[in-house]
Nanobody, 124 residues
Framework: QLQLVESGGGLVQPGGSLRLSCTASRSSLDYYGVGWFRQAPGKERAGVACVTNGGSTYYAESVKGRFTISRDNLKNTVFLQMDNLKEEDTGVYYC??????????????????WGQGTQVTVSQ
């Protein structure tokens, strides 16, 4: 069964950049869409960027123009490039796989199973 592991988080100053990785093991990501979700302190988990297996993308309004989701099927990995980070981007970032939904629907869905996530802290 396919498993996803998030990595790449850290502490960064406002205006800085980070690249998160969502790497699959035990199976190929080729046939799946992947979504990045964020759980900010005191808030519910919400989708920020999603990509289908065909490459269609969706971004939450709050990250448009600053975040870029991409996939490298040879590396079995989906990346989230985060630029011009703001303090409100702080949170734990998780990735999930999706078989059927399009990118926007994926980002607006809820999922029952989550990995450990990776912490992103944007602070002076």
């Amino acid at each position: 069964q396919l498993q996803l592991v998030e990595s790449g988080g850290g502490l960064v100053q406002p205006g800085g950049s980070l690249r998160l990785s969502c790497t699959a093991s035990r199976s190929s990501l080729d046939y799946y869409g992947v979504g990045w979700f964020r759980q900010a302190p005191g808030k519910e988990r919400a989708g920020v960027a999603c990509v289908t297996n065909g490459g269609s993308t969706y971004y939450a309004e709050s990250v448009k123009g600053r975040f870029t989701i991409s996939r490298d099927n040879l590396k079995n990995t989906v990346f989230l490039q985060m630029d011009n980070l703001k303090e409100e981007d702080t949170g734990v970032y998780y990735c999930v796989k999706e078989t059927y939904l399009g990118a926007q629907a994926m980002c607006r869905s809820t999922y029952a199973s989550w990995g450990q996530g990776t912490q992103v802290t944007v602070s002076q």
